[in-house]
């Protein structure tokens, strides 16, 4: 495994991903994004299609939707474009393979597992003309979250250690990460209205994934598990039939977070919802596959301190950089190793989901 696909910057992530497309013979659509990069670079959404747009299969890689963990995933991306013996397998009249790179550009760029607008762009894939979910479990622990200081206050740590104690640890990541409208300033806010990032994908799939009759959708992100183990979430209608589907593609050790068997905890406006939305004519199988980095407690602290920056801009220059390096590190484990063991895992992924498509 070649672990020169993974980059140090989003600049250099886009430029090896649009250098591969252009190796590999295939044209990039990009969708500029309206704000400037951290660099002063041009930020965009890039898509690549492999096939033809109007393919009865449809096998789909996405990386960045959560911003900063979009370094594994832009790098599976371009190990695969530079994989020319499993591209040639993927030239086949029934497939199409579409690349979607940096779909939260912003917050890869600026070091933000959210947007511009502080939103988890992972939540917000919700039918914004109803009213808005509540939740009061994250309402009941927003003042604990966010800190007033940093690092935080030992009221708050402890504060949270008590939620768990009372109500157990799954209960707390549930009230943390499903999504809150309540707290802009706060972490998981879903938002009030869809994201810029949200359009565009959804416009893209109107285009691209409005066809085709299945759809293989692999959607890369850190964070939760163990360190350099890619647990295989299934993503889609939670049926037995369609559950079933997906362990006969990807294994016995697929995952849901609506049965308890997953990392994850059950979320509100997840990336699938719009996928089904806007494609309701395909067969859905959906897979997160989530790297485990740092442990749980050492992420929340990464998150807690990114959030108390973006609610303190006027801190010194040090303090910022190592906020902004804390939490790079709890999404991106820069060794060879972790590298290695995330290409390895995709190649199997990615593989069997191709075979799945092809062998309906």
């Known amino acids: 495994m070649d672990v020169s696909s993974f980059s140090q910057s989003y600049t250099a992530a886009r430029q090896k991903f ?23 670079e041009e930020l965009a959404l890039d898509v690549a299609l492999l096939g033809s747009p109007t393919a009865v299969n449809l096998l789909v890689l996405s990386s960045g939707v959560h911003g900063v963990e979009g370094f594994c ?21 029934d497939l199409a393979v579409l690349f979607l790179h940096a779909i939260n550009p912003y917050g890869f760029s600026w070091l933000r597992r959210v947007n511009e607008d502080n939103v988890d762009l992972n939540r917000n894939f919700i039918d914004f003309s109803q009213p808005l979910p509540d939740n009061p479990d994250y309402r009941s622990i927003a003042s604990l979250l966010l800190p007033t200081r940093q690092p935080p206050t030992l009221y708050s740590t402890l504060g949270l250690a008590g939620y768990a104690l009372r109500h157990g640890t799954k209960a707390l990541q549930t009230a943390i990460s499903r ?21 565009q994908l ?3 799939l109107r285009r691209l994934g409005s066809q085709c009759q299945r759809i293989g959708w692999i959607d890369v992100h850190t964070g939760l598990g163990p360190c350099g183990v890619g647990e295989r979430i299934y993503k889609g209608r939670t049926t037995p039939d369609d559950i079933a589907r997906a362990r006969r593609w990807w294994g016995e050790e697929v995952t849901t977070n609506t049965d308890g068997t997953s990392s994850s905890t059950v979320l509100n406006g997840t990336l699938d919802l719009a996928v089904m939305n806007e494609c309701p004519q395909a067969e859905y199988n959906g897979m997160t596959l989530e790297y485990g980095t740092k ?38 484990i820069d060794t060879n190793e972790w590298k290695q063991q995330v290409l390895e895992q995709a190649r199997e992924v990615m593989e069997l989901t191709r075979r799945g498509l092809l062998t309906q």
Request: glycine content about 8%.
């Open 73 to 93: 995933g832009s790098a599976i991306q371009v190990d695969h474009l530079r994989n020319s013996d499993w591209m040639e397998s993927c030239r086949h009249q």
């Open 202 to 204: 959804r416009q893209i």
């Open 295 to 332: 442990p749980g407690p050492a992420v929340l602290k990464a998150l807690r301190a990114d959030q108390w920056l973006q609610n303190h801009p006027g801190v010194d220059d040090a303090q910022r950089s190592k906020i902004k390096r804390q939490l790079r590190d709890a999404f991106y």
């Open 18 to 40: 649009l250098q591969a497309c252009a190796d590999a013979g295939l044209d990039v659509e990009s969708h500029p994004h309206p704000l400037p990069g951290s660099e002063g």
């Open 179 to 199: 999504g809150q409208h309540s707290h802009p300033d706060g972490l998981f806010f879903a938002g009030t209205e869809a994201s810029w990032s949200n359009l």
